[in-house]
C-alpha cells in the first residue's frame, strides 16, 4: 500500500522517538511518497528554526530521501490532497485540519497516536 508522508510526519522520529517508516511497515504501508512541497516545507523549516525543531526538520529531509519524490506545485496540504486522490494512497499526518481535509474526502489518514506509535483513522 501506498503513503504520503507529511512534513509534520517527517519530524515524530525526532520530536517522539517514533521510526515511522518500521510503524508504517506494520501498518502494510510499504510505498512511501513525498511531495517536493514537503520537501520545500522542510527546508523552509530548517533554515527558520532553531533547537530542536531545526534537528527534526533536517532529519525530516534526511529521511525524506528513501521516499518516492513527486512533483507537486502549489500550497502543500493542497498538493497532499490532490496526490492523495491521484495515487488512492493513506497520508500520514499530525496536522488536524489537513486530517479533517482528508477525511471528508474519504481518503485513509495515518497518525501518531499516544506519542509511541502510528494509528489508521
Keep these: 500500500m501506498k503513503v504520503i508522508i507529511d512534513t509534520n510526519a517527517f519530524m515524530i522520529p525526532v520530536q517522539f522517538g517514533v521510526d515511522i517508516f518500521s510503524e508504517l511497515e506494520r501498518l502494510g504501508y510499504k510505498d512511501h511518497i513525498v511531495p517536493l512541497s514537503v520537501i520545500r516545507e522542510l527546508k523552509g523549516l530548517k533554515m527558520l528554526s532553531k533547537g530542536k525543531d531545526k534537528l527534526a526538520a533536517n532529519a525530516g529531509l534526511?529521511?525524506?530521501?528513501?521516499?518516492?519524490?513527486?512533483?507537486t506545485e502549489g500550497l502543500c496540504d493542497d498538493a497532499?490532497?490532490?496526490?492523495?486522490?491521484?495515487?488512492?494512497?493513506?497520508?500520514?499526518?499530525?496536522?488536524?485540519?489537513?486530517?479533517?481535509?482528508?477525511?471528508s474526502k474519504n481518503i485513509t489518514v495515518v497518525h501518531l497516536r499516544g506519542k509511541n506509535h502510528l494509528e489508521i483513522m
Excluded at 62 to 71: A, F
Design 62 to 71: 534526511t529521511l525524506s530521501e528513501n521516499c518516492r519524490q513527486v512533483i
Design 80 to 103: 497532499i490532497v490532490e496526490l492523495a486522490i491521484e495515487e488512492s494512497c493513506a497520508v500520514l499526518t499530525s496536522d488536524k485540519e489537513l486530517q479533517e481535509r482528508l477525511t
